[in-house]
C-alpha cells in the first residue's frame, strides 16, 4: 500500500494547469513544469541532450597530421642530413690534422659545432672511427648562374661517380665546371656569433681588440643577424678565446673558404643558384658548398 504522504505529493503533481488571464481577454494555461526526479528520458539516453559548440578544436587531428607532416618530417630530415654532413667534415678534418682534438684545432671546433646541435656521441665517436676506411678528398670548382663561382667540397669512394653526378646536377641547373675559381677565395678562421644586440661600431672595436682582420654582417635561415669574425687560421682560437671571454655566445668557429670578390646577382639568378645550390647539397657525397654570392639590395 502507498503511504499517504506519497500519494498526496503525487496527485500535487497531476493538478490542473492554473488559469490565468491575458491581454487578449482570453483565459491562457499556465504550465506548471514537473519536478526533476519527474522528468522522463528516452530509454537510450542517460542525461540530457548537450550543445555542441563547432570550433577549431573540432579540426585538431587534421591540424596535428599537418604539422607532422609539414613542419616535423622536414626538420627531421634536416636534421639528418646536418648529422650527416657533421659526420663528413669529422672525417675530413680528421684525415688532415689527426683524430687528437687536443691537437687538431679544426677538429676540436666541429666537435663543439656537433655537441652545441646535440649530436649522438655515438655518431661523433662511429665518424671519427670510419675516417681510417679509404675514402678520398676533393674540391670541385664551377661557375654557376649569373657568374657565380662556386667551391664544391666532397668526400668520396668512387672518383668517377662523383664527378659525373656532380657535372649532372650543375648542367642540370645552370652551372658548368670551371677551373680557377678556387682563386678567388682563401680559406680563414671564422667565428660566428649573435648580431642582435651589438652595433657594427661595437663589432669593429671586438675585432680589433680580438685580433681578427674583418667582421661581416650576414643572416641565419631565420633571417636572424649573425656577425662573422675573420681571422687568420692561426689565429682563430685567440679570437673565439677573446670573444667568448667578453660575453659574446659563440654559435660557430672553425676554418672556411672566404670570397675575396663577390657577384652581384639579380632576383632570377640568385633563385637559380639556390636551387642548384639546393641540389648540389642534397647530394650525399658533398660535404659543404662555398659561393660569393651578393643580392641585389
Not at 84 to 93: E, L
Not at 187 to 215: C, F, H, S, Y
Not at 243 to 248: F, I
Request: charged share 25%.
Amino acid at each position: 500500500m502507498v503511504p499517504p504522504v506519497l500519494l498526496l505529493r503525487a496527485l500535487r503533481t497531476l493538478r490542473a494547469p492554473a488559469v490565468v488571464a491575458t491581454s487578449s481577454g482570453f483565459p491562457a494555461l499556465e504550465s506548471v513544469p514537473p519536478p526533476r526526479s519527474c522528468v522522463l528520458y528516452p530509454l537510450w539516453r542517460t542525461s540530457p541532450v548537450r550543445t555542441l559548440q563547432l570550433g577549431s578544436a573540432l579540426c585538431a587531428g587534421h591540424n596535428k597530421w599537418s604539422k607532422v607532416k609539414h613542419v616535423k618530417g622536414p626538420k627531421d630530415e634536416a636534421r639528418g642530413k646536418m648529422f650527416m654532413k657533421f659526420g663528413m667534415m669529422i672525417k675530413i678534418a680528421v684525415k688532415e690534422g689527426g683524430a687528437n682534438p687536443e691537437l687538431n684545432i679544426n677538429l676540436a671546433h666541429i666537435l663543439e659545432q656537433c655537441r652545441s646541435k646535440n649530436m649522438p656521441k655515438a655518431s661523433i665517436d662511429a665518424a671519427i672511427k670510419s675516417a681510417a676506411k679509404p675514402a678520398s678528398q676533393h674540391m670541385f670548382e664551377a661557375r654557376g648562374p649569373g657568374g657565380c663561382l662556386l667551391l664544391i667540397e666532397v668526400l668520396t669512394d668512387n672518383n668517377s661517380r662523383t664527378h659525373q653526378e656532380i657535372k649532372r646536377l650543375l648542367t642540370k641547373n645552370g652551372g658548368m665546371l670551371s677551373d680557377g675559381a678556387r682563386h678567388n677565395f682563401q680559406r680563414r678562421g671564422v667565428v660566428v656569433v649573435p648580431g642582435q644586440n651589438i652595433t657594427t661600431e661595437k663589432a669593429l672595436e671586438l675585432a680589433i681588440e680580438a685580433g681578427a682582420e674583418d667582421v661581416q654582417e650576414t643572416e641565419d635561415e631565420e633571417e636572424k643577424p649573425l656577425l662573422q669574425f675573420l681571422c687568420d687560421m692561426a689565429n682563430l682560437n685567440k679570437v673565439r678565446a677573446f670573444l667568448k671571454e667578453m660575453g659574446m655566445e659563440i654559435m660557430s668557429a672553425g676554418l672556411e673558404f672566404v670570397p675575396r670578390v663577390h657577384t652581384l646577382l639579380d632576383q632570377d639568378h640568385l633563385d637559380a643558384a639556390s636551387t642548384l645550390i639546393e641540389a648540389l647539397n642534397d647530394y650525399p657525397d658533398v660535404v659543404r658548398v662555398w659561393d660569393n654570392i651578393q643580392t641585389d639590395s
